[in-house]
């Protein structure tokens, strides 16, 4: 396999004229929408057999998925402890089953179908600009992990028991 970027520039591109020929394609317009288009339709794909595999082995039932490690190691409920069961209930369309199982995944699904959506917006133009600044997604990672520690200690403590599954 090679690398798109060390191909020859052919005869007659505009490139190829030299001085003033004017900016080279970025690597994303030479692909083509079908191979830009290929990351977030294999994601949305995988999600959504994901979501049909619980929707046809209910994790309600205890077991059916195994068990949190964490939780069967210490006895406290970690962040994503009730993410299956909610996953069920979204697919289901059981919004506050979803929510008592685990708050901050429903909470949290507006925003990844917003950045998902973004993604095929962006892969289908072939737009090159990232969507955000690597200095901002690295503060968005910093408050989304230290946003998950609260809430994995606060569902565990008696205030919040209400946040467990």
Do not use: E, K
Request: proline content about 8%.
């Amino acid at each position: 396999m090679t690398d798109i970027d060390a191909l020859p520039t052919p005869p007659g591109h505009p490139a190829a004229a030299g001085v003033g020929a004017g900016p080279l394609l970025s690597r994303s317009a030479r692909l083509s929408r079908a191979a830009r288009l290929r990351g977030p339709l294999l994601l949305g794909g995988a999600v959504g057999l994901a979501t049909l595999a619980l929707h046809l082995r209910d994790p309600h039932q205890s077991g059916t998925w195994g068990y949190c490690p964490w939780l069967a190691l210490t006895g406290f409920t970690c962040p994503g402890c009730g993410g299956l069961r909610a996953v069920n209930d979204l697919g289901n369309g059981d919004l506050l089953g979803a929510a008592s199982s685990n708050l901050v995944f429903v909470a949290a699904v507006p925003l990844l179908l917003w950045w998902w959506i973004r993604w095929v917006q962006r892969s289908w133009t072939g737009a090159d600009r990232p969507v955000m600044s690597s200095a901002r997604s690295g503060a968005l990672i910093a408050v989304f992990a230290v946003a998950m520690v609260v809430f994995g200690v606060v569902r565990n403590l008696p205030v919040g028991s209400w946040l467990a599954p």
